[in-house]
């Protein structure tokens, strides 16, 4: 059941007892993964940004040292992904009901006495519900250190080993994440069915797809095969490089939110 996450590091294989006896509950580091279930084009399966966020997770746990108490909590596949839902297969949440989710998750661990929880995102269409989220959480309960973050977000290489167009425009379904599932689940891809798309450019605008000036899209906006970058450069090798590299920078996240002292008033 704990799929990449390390046994004794998955907190649902703990007993009640445990869970009521461990001590210095306030720093211990609880990490939610959030994927989405969503259309990634045609030769790569619905679960890729689930599959990505446990996998960096459960090898990020493999190396953080045993001194640094820290648990996975069990992965919450589902996301608002309704950009996507023109492609059959994405299933979606809408954003009241992942908000109703991730408020009630974190209620639960706070009664148990946990005080750190890690919004560990993977889904690139839903930071803003997870941001939304963390900020009520610490205004209805003080002393609750919520961490909304995003997989990618930690320390990676991806720019020595993209291309210039794809570290731009390949937000989805592109190289990064066709090379990391190649490492991960690679008897799940259709290579043979990759092929590279990417959305019409604003030349001469101040706006675009994501950053600091984006505009509402969904993904049939800009994408006829639901890819937005180019997966055929993809290998596994590169994967390899790539989930090495997130999962170290996690390491340094874990061990940060462990260190973590909320700020004092002055």
Excluded: C
Excluded at 62 to 85: D, I, M, R
Aim: no cysteine.
């Amino acid at each position: 059941m704990h799929s990449f996450i390390p046994p004794e590091r998955f907190f649902p294989y703990l007993t009640w007892t445990e869970v009521q006896a461990m001590p210095d509950k306030a720093n211990v580091v609880l990490v939610q993964p959030l994927g989405a279930i969503e259309q990634h084009g045609p030769h790569l399966p619905l679960i890729v940004d689930a599959a990505i966020g446990e996998a960096v997770l459960g090898k990020a746990l493999q190396q953080l040292e045993a001194s640094v108490p820290a648990y996975a909590l069990p992965p919450l596949y589902y996301g608002k992904s309704n950009e996507h839902w023109h492609f059959p297969g994405t299933i979606t949440l809408s954003a009241q009901t992942l908000l109703a989710t991730i408020s009630e998750i974190a209620e639960s661990v706070y009664r148990a006495g946990f005080r750190k929880l890690v919004l560990m995102n993977s889904h690139g269409g839903q930071p803003q519900v997870l941001e939304i989220a963390a900020r009520d959480l610490h205004v209805k309960y003080e002393d609750f250190s919520i961490f909304p973050l995003f997989v990618w977000q930690a320390p990676h290489i991806a720019k020595e080993l993209l291309s210039p167009q794809e570290l731009k425009l390949g937000i989805h379904a592109g190289d990064a994440e066709t090379s990391l599932m190649l490492a991960i689940l690679p008897n799940q891809i259709r290579m043979e069915k990759a092929i590279a798309e990417y959305p019409p450019e604003q030349p001469g605008s101040l706006l675009s797809i994501e950053g600091k000036l984006p505009f509402a899209w969904t993904t049939r906006d800009l994408s006829q095969s639901g890819v937005i970058g180019d997966p055929t450069t993809a290998s596994a090798e590169k994967g390899d490089r790539l989930l090495e590299s997130l999962a170290a920078g996690w390491v340094q996240v874990i061990r940060d939110v462990y260190a973590f002292q909320p700020p004092q008033q002055r």
